[in-house]
């Protein structure tokens, strides 16, 4: 359970960096602010025509008699909006990274070099084009997966009681896992760690990567929230995917992260 502190001490830690390189910061909001507006258009788009979409999907219930016609379609528009806005926050990260690819790269290394004994950071030896392909095939693997759990999700959602409690709560446990992937792919790829040993890594250390990702997935869900704090979530990432390969930080670094102790010793 320790790791759930030492998980949200990165991305306090990452916050805190980003702070004090103000230039980074500055330029890391550009591609979260792009995506924003798109996202934003999009789940407008879904508030408006939903219901709309709901009553031509389900044609079954035009001779239901009143209330249970529009009752049955409230659900199901709700739970469509409630679906889009957690297929947003699962996937505003992978777009967001891949639109800011240079600015985001830019940071992580930069952070990467400050906590490094050696001031050095891993680059990567593929030209631009390259990485943006690479990144966008694993976003893209990563969007099949974090789907299949949305419709396993949503179907689990018409239980009752358990739909409407556990099921929010493991929502947002596997909003978190997916968040932490894509946020750590940017250290982690340039290290040439491929998508297979990046899922096996963050299994192996799932309680770390929920202290991180899930309290960032519930902040993601306030509007405007996610475009502050991507670039310290890069940042943040960065430093958990040194943990999460081993790698040693420059005396103190790991202490500074919320006052916990150094972390490179829990590892594994």
Do not use: C
Not at 55 to 68: C, K, L, M
Not at 85 to 91: D, F, I, K, R, W
Not at 140 to 146: E, F, H
Request: aromatic share 12%; glycine share 10%.
């Amino acid at each position: 359970m320790r790791d759930l502190g030492v998980g949200f001490g990165y991305l306090l830690k990452g916050q805190r960096w980003v702070v004090r390189h103000g230039r980074q910061y500055g330029f890391g909001l550009l591609p979260g602010l792009i995506t924003l507006v798109l996202y934003a258009a999009a789940l407008v788009a879904l508030a408006v025509w939903g219901e709309d979409a709901v009553t031509w999907a389900t044609p079954f219930a035009d001779d239901w008699s009143s209330p249970w016609q529009g009752l049955f379609r409230g659900l199901l528009t709700a739970v469509l909006f409630a679906l889009g806005l957690l297929l947003a926050v699962l996937t505003f990260t992978a777009v967001t990274l891949l639109v800011g690819q240079p600015f985001y790269e830019n940071l992580s290394e930069k952070a990467d070099a400050d906590v490094s004994p050696d001031g050095t950071a891993p680059r990567s030896a593929l030209p631009l084009w390259r990485e943006l392909w690479i990144s966008a095939r694993d976003s893209l693997r990563i969007l099949v997966r974090a789907a299949l759990w949305g419709v396993l999700l949503f179907g689990l959602g018409f239980l009752p009681f358990v739909g409407q409690t556990v099921v929010p709560v493991l929502g947002f446990f596997v909003t978190g896992f997916f968040l932490t992937e894509e946020l750590a792919a940017v250290a982690l790829q340039r290290r040439g760690v491929d998508l297979r040993t990046r899922l096996t890594l963050l299994r192996s250390r799932k309680t770390l990567v929920w202290g991180f990702g899930t309290p960032l997935g519930l902040a993601f869900l306030v509007p405007f929230v996610a475009v502050f704090l991507m670039p310290g979530a890069v940042a943040g990432a960065t430093f958990l995917a040194r943990d999460l390969l081993g790698e040693e930080s420059a005396a103190g670094a790991s202490a500074a992260t919320a006052g916990l102790p150094d972390t490179k010793d829990v590892s594994r």
